[in-house]
């Protein structure tokens, strides 16, 4: 069993920067792919950004870039994402998510129903 814990939520300005995190801990961490989504109030969990293991590897939908940065510490279990000019539309619950394997593939990083394990989110709110 993998358990992740995402930090670094809360309330932020519009235009403001926010960087969350996601530690993994039990299990052997190791061979795991990671990704970010976020779920706003009524809409479906959507996907942010993905990262491999081997190599650090970044996916996103161009949408998200260059506003969204996803980066990991193999050494700490930890992975990042690194918000930029938050608008209100980012206000949303934003989870972190492991997926066993060595995954090369933005279709698979950026399928919800691929992932093995997911924390319990941390909600993000831009707001003045």
């Known amino acids: 069993q993998v358990q992740l814990v995402e930090s670094g939520g809360g309330l932020v300005q519009p235009g403001g920067p926010l960087k969350l995190s996601c530690t993994a801990s039990g299990d052997a961490f190791d061979g795991y792919a990671m990704g970010w989504f976020r779920q706003a109030a009524g809409k479906e969990r959507e996907f942010i950004a993905g990262?491999?293991?081997?190599?650090?590897?970044?996916f996103s939908p161009d949408s998200k870039k260059p506003q969204f940065s996803i980066s990991r510490d193999t050494a700490r279990n930890t992975v990042y994402l690194q918000m930029t000019t938050l608008k209100p539309e980012d206000t949303a619950v934003y989870y972190c998510a492991a997926m066993k394997g060595d995954i090369f593939s933005y279709y698979i990083l950026s399928d919800v129903a691929r992932y093995d394990y997911w924390g319990q989110g941390t909600r993000v709110t831009v707001s003045s």
């Open positions: 990262i491999t293991w081997h190599g650090g590897v970044t």
